[in-house]
């Protein structure tokens, strides 16, 4: 009852493509990913009402396609195509602020230096903390955290974040990302690397210990066919693999995440690569080694201890030489 006397009316309008008429329309919650309503897409448009008791983070999806996350409180939600949602305080606060952000990059853009460009990033970061430091109990800040420094923060870092913004570390993404760090933190360079198994799409399970940790240096490399970072990487693992391709020490593995088995068999035949890869790992990996963004590289000596991580281009080739060369 008190929950009941307690909760406000809100609406959301959220305009969509014509193409999504008569489909199913989701009101998302966007920390947990819980379902808060659905509704059939009519001229164009998904129309939720409800009650709310607090204010919370969510987005529209249809048929896995998303709006931008918006905050779901009391009042009218409406759309501007170019600028977001608006019409309630914690929407139009965050539209304006993103207004204001747009224009003093746009002058740092028109004035064209390096010393210009310098004030727009230092203003841009003041901007976010004073917002940030004004809304630290309410979905506004929180997005603004989770979306800022916080994701390359160190498992320390957050900790000491969270004692300075207690209500954040409530939240469903703040704990992902706490977890993820800790993991992170786990798989440095110097800790034994992680077990994990895939069924493959023929119904064999692989380990990565199938490969690593057996007296070979073994390099994986976690990837995805649609991430072009990842691809220009396959080009630097092909240098690798020439130069020591005499050398039976080494050995290369991929694993693609976070995509279709059909997208990466495609890629392996187009960028022709040819060394063997765990396909469909998918989320499996990412969770075990807290891997916020692909690709991340691996090199994992003899005995099964990470020699390298999360190094690119020059600065791999240099540590799979220095590990080779002892």
């Not at 999504?20 to 309503?37: H, K, Q, T, W, Y």
């Not at 693609?256 to 060394?275: G, M, S």
Request: hydrophobic share 40%; proline share 5%; aromatic share 8%.
């Amino acid at each position: 009852m008190a929950v009941a006397a307690s909760a406000e009316h809100f609406k959301v309008i959220a305009p969509l493509p014509a193409e999504v008429e008569g489909r199913m329309a989701r009101l998302v919650d966007f920390d947990s990913g819980n379902p808060i309503d659905s509704i059939i897409v009519q001229d164009k448009c998904a129309r939720f009402e409800g009650d709310i008791d607090e204010g919370i983070l969510a987005r529209v999806v249809v048929d896995g396609a998303c709006t931008p996350v918006f905050i779901l409180e009391p009042g009218t939600v409406s759309f501007n195509e170019t600028e977001g949602a608006f019409g309630t305080m914690l929407n139009d606060q965050f539209r304006k602020l993103n207004k204001d952000i747009a224009s003093v990059m746009q002058a740092a853009r028109a004035a064209g230096t390096d010393e210009a460009a310098q004030q727009a990033y230092a203003k841009y970061e003041a901007m976010l903390d004073s917002t940030l430091n004004a809304n630290t109990d309410n979905p506004l800040g929180y997005f603004i955290f989770l979306n800022g420094k916080a994701q390359q923060m160190d498992a320390p870092s957050l900790r000491e974040e969270f004692k300075k913004y207690p209500s954040f570390a409530s939240y469903k993404r703040s704990q992902n990302m706490l977890k993820q760090a800790e993991q992170r933190e786990a798989t440095q360079p110097g800790n034994k690397y992680v077990d994990f198994s895939v069924t493959q799409p023929d119904g064999k399970v692989v380990k990565l210990s199938d490969y690593a940790g057996n007296g070979k240096y073994t390099l994986v490399d976690f990837w995805a066919s649609w991430c072009g970072p990842c691809i220009r990487q396959t080009r630097v693992l092909k240098e690798i693999q020439e130069k020591y391709k005499d050398d039976s020490r080494l050995q290369i593995l991929g694993v693609a995440v976070w995509d279709k088995v059909e997208d990466t068999n495609r890629a392996i035949e187009q960028h022709q690569l040819t060394w063997p890869c765990i396909v469909d790992a998918q989320t499996i990996p990412t969770d075990l080694y807290g891997i916020t963004g692909i690709p991340c590289i691996m090199l994992i000596g003899p005995d099964g201890t990470i020699l390298s991580r999360d190094k690119q281009s020059d600065e791999l080739k240099a540590d799979v030489d220095a590990a080779l060369a002892k």
